[in-house]
């Protein structure tokens, strides 16, 4: 017999403040026909307007849930990996607050910096505990609180609509069985030459003074993300058919043997390209980027745990792919079999 990762339990949590389009246009110029048209996405919820709330808070209450779907107590958790571009602080990782929040002395916990597909990295990287034998019960969260660090004026405006914040967890165990179930697959690629078309440049340690003072005008921007929206979408309408056909390769599938397709909500225009260009039935492609933006690393466990609670899948033999591109630039397949 062989050692599966099998998903024991999801959760997600969605903070209160919902700001939709037209809440927008009071910030900045734009217009809901132009998110729409370029993004597809209508709203989003950000965290309540000068309320103190990280990462690691949205990460806990959706590890509660994922804990109690799973039937795990926190003491039970071998292992947290924790993936976000939005930690709570510099320094040190939001894993290492979630862990002391949910009452534990002594679990290890890792971050994991892979923006948009820092899902697929931490199940991948999961995947690998277990089967090792370092750990057999996972917490793995994704969660961002990207609104306190968005540019909400015009200027900003092309990266500030893309974003909500929110968290997924999902519980993994180590179970011994012969059975082609759990992580069937992965793979994941990074490319660091686009890694200025989309980031955060300060605060930097590169620089001789990290927080440079009296900023004013563009100087400021440089503490807001930018994109250059252009090479994003063109790379990952690229990347997300190939890593599909790598990671079929890899185990002998088709697109037939899907059930369901969860890529990361970056962009609808980006996942209906992708799924035009590879021919899959548009009811196989899971998209929910409509109701909350772009939450990166929490967006593929967001959709999962959604996805599940409509039981559009979760049934045994239900297989489902996950993928995604993102900043670093990164990108990468994990194949799931219920």
Request: net charge negative; glycine share 8%; with cysteine.
């Given at each position: 017999m062989m050692k599966k990762t099998v998903i024991r339990g999801t959760g997600k949590a969605i903070p209160s403040r919902l700001v939709t389009n037209n809440d927008l246009t009071k910030m900045m110029d734009t217009s809901d026909e132009w998110i729409q048209q370029r993004t597809g996405i209508k709203q989003r919820y950000w965290v309540p307007e000068g309320e103190i709330m990280g990462a690691s808070d949205l990460g806990l209450e959706a590890s509660h849930k994922a804990l109690e779907k799973a039937g795990w107590k926190p003491e039970d958790i071998d292992f947290i990996i924790f993936a976000t571009l939005s930690p709570d602080i510099f320094f040190p990782g939001s894993g290492c607050l979630l862990q002391t929040k949910l009452g534990l002395k002594s679990t290890p916990a890792l971050d994991i910096r892979q923006q948009c597909t820092g899902f697929l990295y931490s199940l991948a990287t999961a995947d690998a505990y277990i089967k090792s034998g370092l750990a057999n019960k996972i917490l793995i969260v994704g969660?961002?609180?990207?609104?306190?660090?968005?540019?909400?004026?015009?200027?900003?405006?092309?990266?500030?609509?893309?974003?909500?914040?929110?968290?997924?967890?999902?519980?993994?165990?180590?179970?011994?069985?012969?059975?082609?179930?759990?992580?069937?697959?992965?793979?994941?690629?990074?490319?660091?030459?686009?890694?200025?078309?989309?980031?955060?440049?300060?605060?930097?340690?590169?620089?001789?003074?990290?927080?440079?003072?009296?900023?004013?005008?563009?100087?400021?921007?440089?503490?807001?993300?930018?994109?250059?929206?252009?090479?994003?979408?063109?790379?990952?309408?690229?990347?997300?058919?190939?890593?599909?056909?790598?990671?079929?390769?890899?185990?002998?599938?088709?697109?037939?043997?899907?059930?369901?397709?969860?890529?990361?909500?970056?962009?609808?225009?980006?996942?209906?390209?992708?799924?035009?260009?590879?021919?899959?039935?548009?009811?196989?492609?899971?998209?929910?980027?409509?109701?909350?933006?772009?939450?990166?690393?929490?967006?593929?466990?967001?959709?999962?745990?959604?996805?599940?609670?409509?039981?559009?899948?979760?049934?045994?033999?239900?297989?489902?792919?996950?993928i995604g591109f993102g900043a670093g630039f990164t990108w990468g397949s994990v194949i799931y079999r219920f």
């Open positions: 969660a961002e609180v990207h609104s306190s660090g968005l540019d909400k004026t015009t200027r900003g405006r092309d990266v500030a609509v893309l974003f909500g914040d929110g968290a997924g967890a999902v519980c993994v165990e180590g179970v011994d069985t012969d059975e082609n179930i759990g992580v069937l697959a992965s793979v994941l690629h990074a490319d660091g030459k686009g890694a200025d078309a989309l980031m955060t440049e300060l605060p930097a340690s590169r620089l001789p003074d990290r927080m440079a003072l009296g900023l004013e005008g563009d100087e400021i921007a440089r503490y807001y993300p930018v994109m250059n929206g252009q090479s994003v979408f063109k790379t990952a309408v690229r990347k997300l058919p190939e890593v599909t056909r790598e990671i079929f390769a890899k185990t002998g599938m088709t697109i037939d043997d899907i059930d369901l397709i969860f890529p990361h909500q970056a962009n609808l225009r980006i996942n209906q390209a992708y799924q035009q260009f590879m021919k899959i039935d548009e009811a196989k492609i899971f998209n929910n980027i409509q109701k909350y933006g772009n939450t990166t690393a929490a967006s593929i466990p967001i959709a999962l745990d959604e996805a599940l609670e409509q039981n559009l899948i979760g049934k045994q033999g239900d297989t489902i792919m996950f």
